[in-house]
């Protein structure tokens, strides 16, 4: 086995870690006590090729592997998780899906826009009663002459208020369950989509969450994606993928609280020495190391299964349910040796903290991926 990244995945990595330290850095903090959304730097990272890493150069792209875009996520997650969950719907769940299930005409149309930057997506699959039970779909989509007339509420989407396309997973034939959900594509400015107001959340709060409405929208039948009941299947092979990138947002959090506790633990002194030479916080250290370590290993694991073209679904939920519970435990840690200053907004930690919990929920709660996790192992 090579563990040794390549001369490219060297660049990539270093060209997100100098976005990420020297135009994501400057703001976050104001960004995250307004909840004001990162546009400008959502465009740089269109314009450096961040939001179509993995799309096809003849769409646009930049026809990279998933391994690059775990390394980029996790650098710039170090420092701004509300530009890297952007970054990860539109790579993940937006263009993986649409480039891996659409049609070439829906690819034409929409993933260059989408590799550029010039729009941004949405993957709409929860609702009010729809959450980690993903066949409860209310939202429904009724066939007629050449379209479908689409009714529902989606909740919790990532890009809501930003998006010009959504991929709404919607009911078509209630008796099939799970075999009559389908998946649409639904421009933004059709008659009969509306946005709801920007969620007020505990972290991330730069990314817009909303919920999104629609009331009687025409959706032509060629915006379908996939055959007639492909819906279902279609979201769970999306956020396999999906979760490669969760996992490795929640990679970049630990990363970044870690490095900003140990540098924070050589300058601070107590009892007369450097706080990094009791072993108290040696410990904590080594702990977080420990994991971090694991934690990548498990993303770059799954990146390379799925680059490979092998079964990548077990190892996406091992990377994210991990990853994530290290992530929440290694911020709490961060904020513990940075004392009462880690209570303050300015050392960063408490963000980076409040960031990490989401986590463990969305693109599948911790439970979910244990559930994942079980099923495959239990397979005869």
């Not at 049609?103 to 993933?111: H, M, N, P």
């Not at 699959?125 to 066939?143: H, V």
Request: aromatic letters at 8%.
């Amino acid at each position: 086995m090579n563990f040794t990244l390549t001369e490219e995945h060297l660049m990539i990595r270093d060209a997100a870690r100098d976005f990420a330290q020297n135009e994501c850095k400057p703001g976050v903090i104001e960004r995250d006590e307004a909840q004001k959304h990162p546009t400008e730097l959502v465009k740089r990272m269109g314009e450096l090729g961040f939001l179509g890493m993995m799309v096809d150069p003849k769409y646009g792209g930049g026809g990279m592997d998933t391994v690059s875009y775990v390394l980029a996520m996790e650098e710039i997650s170090k420092v701004d998780a509300s530009c890297s969950v952007i970054m990860s719907v539109q790579n993940s769940l937006v263009c993986w899906g649409l480039e891996t299930f659409g049609t070439e005409a829906q690819k034409q149309k929409y993933l260059p826009r989408l590799a550029s930057g010039e729009m941004i997506g949405a993957f709409c699959l929860s609702e009010p009663e729809a959450g980690s039970d993903a066949t409860q779909q209310r939202t429904t989509a009724i066939e007629k002459d050449d379209h479908y007339l689409v009714n529902g509420v989606k909740n919790w989407i990532t890009n809501g208020g930003h998006a010009g396309i959504y991929l709404v997973i919607a009911q078509t034939d209630r008796e099939k369950r799970h075999r009559g959900i389908n998946a649409f594509i639904v421009e933004r400015e059709w008659e009969g989509v509306s946005v709801g107001p920007k969620e007020n959340k505990l972290g991330i709060r730069g990314s817009d969450t909303h919920s999104i409405m629609f009331a009687d929208v025409k959706v032509p039948k060629e915006n379908r994606i996939g055959e007639d009941g492909f819906g279902f299947k279609f979201a769970m092979k999306t956020l396999d993928g999906g979760r490669i990138g969760i996992a490795s947002q929640a990679l970049g959090i630990a990363s970044g609280a870690y490095e900003l506790a140990r540098a924070y633990s050589k300058e601070r002194k107590a009892f007369g020495k450097e706080i990094s030479r009791h072993q108290a916080i040696q410990f904590k250290l080594a702990d977080m190391a420990t994991e971090i370590e694991a934690a990548r290993l498990l993303c770059l694991k799954a990146a390379f299964l799925k680059d490979s073209g092998q079964h990548y679904g077990k190892l996406a939920a091992m990377a994210k349910v991990f990853s994530s519970e290290a992530a929440m435990r290694i911020a709490v840690e961060a904020v513990q040796v940075h004392g009462g200053y880690g209570f303050v907004k300015e050392y960063h930690v408490e963000r980076l903290m409040r960031d990490a919990k989401i986590t463990q929920i969305y693109e599948g709660t911790s439970e979910i991926q244990r559930m994942v996790i079980a099923r495959f192992e239990l397979q005869d």
